[in-house]
């Protein structure tokens, strides 16, 4: 079992760069696909970027590839989001999920995450 929490939302122009942090707490096995998602107002919760925690399984939405990069850091024990030329449609509670996996193929789908943080809100003003 994972604990996550997120953090590093803000209010931004468009065009510009936020970096998303999820601290990952407990369980520190490898065996784990993590991920950002995020819903905005009146939408469902769609599917940002994932990865296999013990390394590869990198994924990314059509909306954000190129933009953005889902990368964790050498202890496994943070994942980050690194958001570039922020759109105003990119606006949107941000989340970090994970859910216990034994290959590096990550669905970037939101029901195939059992564990979600509290979330992160994102805002770009045009």
């Known amino acids: 079992q994972v604990h996550l929490a997120e953090s590093g939302g803000g209010s931004v122009q468009a065009g510009g760069s936020l970096r998303l942090s999820c601290v990952v707490s407990?369980?520190?096995?490898?065996?784990?696909?993590m991920g950002w998602f995020r819903q905005a107002p009146g939408k469902e919760r769609e599917g940002v970027a994932v990865?296999?925690?013990?390394?590869?399984?990198?994924l990314y939405s059509g909306d954000v590839k190129g933009r953005f990069t889902i990368s964790q850091d050498n202890a496994k024990k943070t994942l980050f989001l690194e958001m570039n030329s922020l759109k105003p449609e990119d606006t949107a509670m941000y989340y970090c999920?994970?859910?216990?996996?034994?290959?590096?193929?990550?669905?970037?789908?939101?029901?195939?995450?059992?564990?979600w943080g509290q979330g992160t809100q994102v805002t770009v003003s045009s």
């Open positions: 999920a994970a859910e216990r996996a034994w290959s590096h193929y990550c669905m970037i789908s939101p029901g195939s995450y059992g564990t």
């Open positions: 990865v296999y925690r013990g390394g590869g399984g990198l």
């Open positions: 407990g369980d520190t096995s490898s065996n784990y696909c």
